[in-house]
């Protein structure tokens, strides 16, 4: 079964500061991974997804996530942080290749920003 | 582009009563999901619709959840009865079918269910 791993239920950072949110999966075909945020009181927004082509994934609002293979990774990350990038970020992974869309998610990680 | 719609968005019931979710996705989207958020947690799928049958249900606590999707477009969650345990926040999501190549599951804002 397809599992991803999410490092850190808290994250705080500096406003202006490196994001760096964490997500290692667990797969035994070659898997498309996700990053989700979730504001407060909303339903899930797509930040950005690997689908097996370019292994550097760059998505909206800045963010982008490096696919590597080696570490079983997909790090979520933003050069600055914003006030308002305040929010709770999911990691998943579908085993879409079998055409199934499932999707199963990480925890979640709360993203804090410091004034 | 109307996004999905999900009513009502809060609802508060006693244990052992029943309580029923609406949800309406994106015009044109052959599949629709359900899935369970607890405080804390990352969604858990329930159950997943391909048109208007049942792709996978797996995860539905069959003994009390109840859903369906008629003629392939909205949908209706049920719960009877309920328990403390389900207290969570139900989203409803709708995508494409895979063979689009788009892979991106489009969420509604959510029920939050209370049961007290």
């Known amino acids: 079964a397809q599992s991803v791993t999410q490092l850190g239920s808290h994250v705080s950072v500096s406003e202006g500061a490196l994001v760096l949110l964490r997500c290692n999966y667990s797969s035994s075909v070659p898997p498309y991974l996700f990053w989700y945020v979730q504001y407060p009181n909303q339903g899930l927004q797509l930040l950005l997804k690997y689908t097996s082509a370019a292994t550097l994934v760059k998505g909206i609002n800045g963010f982008e996530a490096e696919f590597k293979k080696s570490e079983t990774s997909f790090h979520l990350t933003k050069p600055s942080a914003h006030m308002s990038d305040a929010a709770e970020y999911f990691c998943?992974?579908?085993?879409?290749?079998?055409?199934?869309?499932?999707?199963?998610f990480g925890t979640g990680t709360r993203l804090t920003i410091i004034p | 582009e109307a996004g999905v719609a999900q009513s009502p968005r809060y609802k508060i019931i006693e244990k052992r009563q029943s309580v029923a979710f609406w949800c309406n996705p994106i015009s044109g989207h052959a599949t629709l999901y359900w899935y369970q958020q607890i405080l804390g947690q990352g969604p858990k799928l329930l159950i997943q619709?391909?048109?208007?049958?049942?792709?996978?249900d797996s995860q539905l606590p069959k003994d009390r959840f109840s859903a369906e999707r008629l003629k392939g477009v909205d949908s209706t969650l049920k719960i009877q009865p309920a328990k403390l345990e389900d207290s969570a926040v139900y989203l409803c999501?709708?995508?494409?079918?895979?063979?689009?190549?788009?892979?991106?599951?489009?969420f509604g804002p959510g029920t939050r269910l209370t049961v007290t």
């Open positions: 998943a992974v579908s085993d879409v290749n079998f055409g199934n869309e499932k999707l199963t």
């Open positions: 619709f391909q048109n208007n049958g049942v792709v996978d």
């Open positions: 999501a709708s995508s494409p079918t895979v063979s689009s190549g788009i892979y991106e599951q489009y």
